[in-house]
């Protein structure tokens, strides 16, 4: 897997991204999907899982390290 952004900035970069697909989407509403070519159709499919993937994810280590934090409370 290639890694397009560095480790230490790959989220600020990655947010300023979904920032710009977000007003895409706002701006455009339906035409937006409407427009993809065949290519970009599957992008955004894959992105629309990946963000699901990152919200189990993120829910899980959020969850991992509270319980770390809750132990060391202790």
């Known amino acids: 897997m290639s890694y397009p952004n560095m480790s230490y900035c790959m989220c600020e970069n990655t947010l300023g991204a979904m920032?710009?697909?977000m007003n895409a989407?706002?701006?455009e509403g339906p035409r937006f999907l409407a427009e993809l070519s065949?290519?970009?159709r599957r992008s955004f499919q894959e992105l629309?899982?990946?963000c699901e993937n990152f919200m189990i994810t993120a829910e899980e280590l959020k969850a991992e390290r509270d319980e770390i934090h809750?132990?060391?409370m202790e």
């Open 38 to 40: 065949r290519t970009e």
């Open 25 to 27: 989407m706002n701006e």
């Open 48 to 50: 629309f899982d990946a």
């Open 70 to 72: 809750y132990n060391t």
């Open 19 to 21: 920032n710009q697909l």
